[in-house]
């Protein structure tokens, strides 16, 4: 198959895409069937999978309208995603929750499902100051503390097959590997599947543990630093806020941990650890999950490069990420692959 980033979507692709017809009047009529009336200001915020957009109200209130990809999520789902938000903002966890606009969270307008929220500032925080980790350790409890309170009944767990198994179904039956990239992505990204479904990667001295064995609460499901803003500390308040649960699911605490981490083995030892002194102070936290980081960051992978190849067809995507699907983007998943069951062999990060 040739490389996908030689193949924009046609133009036929284009207009038949889910969000050809959203445009900024049907944004604006969309706001209006709500009570909600525009001056004609909107602004794109930066969002793949769904269209976000902060609006300006002739009262001047900005607020930001959400518009659901079509298909993704199905009504419960959604219900689900603003309840749990909701739940949060009952208990003072600074997230940011949608309004309820004629008794509802969730409207339809021209065949998009979509929500309208107050619009928050902020910034990505400064995840190597060690008073701002703890404070996001201790911010995340308080949300674990409320996903804990209660299941999903219509949103998804995270799994080895949603994540890991179906995908790379997916990607091979699609034909959307190059040829002389697929037997050896095929081997690398069976060997890894296998590893983890088997248990087979190192817990140290904490013995076999699997992703079945966590305890599994709703979670923020993406909690990457792009989606904790921070504002300025002041009378008022301030410090970190959640922002886009979309990706909310069940699964265990120490994925909303891992993603915050970044640089060497001793940087992420320290920073994991200052997360947790923030997070332990208002919420166990089960340590054998710290065994559970390399194989949902592996599990993230194989999952990405389905997620890219699943919305090719729509424009944005081969804009924002051109280099995808060429033999050398294949090429150098083998590589990730590979060094991510290196990576699970070694003993946990451990604080």
Not at 74 to 100: C, D, K, M, N, Y
């Amino acid at each position: 198959m040739p490389a996908m980033n030689q193949h924009p979507p046609s133009g036929d692709q284009q207009r038949h895409h889910p969000y050809a017809s959203l445009t900024p009047d049907l944004v604006l009529d969309a706001l209006a069937s709500v009570g909600l009336q525009g001056d004609g200001r909107l602004m794109a915020l930066g969002s793949y999978e769904n269209r976000v957009y902060q609006a300006v109200l002739d009262d001047g209130t900005r607020v930001v309208a959400k518009f659901y990809r079509p298909g993704r999520w199905s009504q419960a789902q959604i219900g689900e995603e603003h309840a749990f938000a909701l739940e949060l903002q009952a208990a003072e966890v600074p997230a940011v929750a949608p309004l309820l606009l004629d008794g509802r969270t969730v409207h339809a307008h021209a065949g998009f499902a979509f929500s309208v929220s107050p619009w928050r500032g902020g910034r990505q925080p400064e995840l190597d100051d060690f008073e701002v980790l703890e404070w996001t350790g201790r911010f995340l409890a308080r949300l674990h503390n409320v996903g804990a309170a209660r299941p999903f009944a219509a949103r998804p767990a995270l799994t080895v097959q949603g994540f890991a198994q179906e995908p790379r179904g997916w990607l091979l039956g699609a034909g959307i590997i190059p040829l002389e990239c697929q037997s050896s992505w095929r081997a690398v990204c069976d060997d890894a599947i296998k590893i983890i479904s088997d248990c087979a990667y190192s817990t140290g001295a904490r013995g076999r543990f699997c992703l079945n064995d966590a305890a599994a609460i709703r979670l923020h499901g993406d909690c990457h630093p792009g989606n904790v803003l921070w504002t300025p500390v002041d009378e008022q308040g301030g410090g970190p806020h959640f922002v886009d649960l979309d990706d909310a699911r069940m699964g265990p605490a120490v994925q909303d941990l891992w993603m915050l981490l970044s640089g060497d083995r001793r940087q992420r030892t320290l920073q994991l650890s200052t997360l947790l002194d923030g997070y332990e102070r208002l919420r166990p936290f089960d340590r054998r999950e710290l065994a559970l980081i390399e194989p949902l960051r592996t599990l993230r992978l194989i999952h990405y490069s389905a997620w890219l190849a699943r919305r090719w067809q729509d424009p944005i995507f081969p804009m924002a990420f051109p280099w995808f699907g060429s033999p050398d983007y294949w090429h150098g998943q083998v590589g990730l692959l590979q060094a991510q069951i290196a990576a699970m062999q070694e003993d946990p990060l451990c604080c």
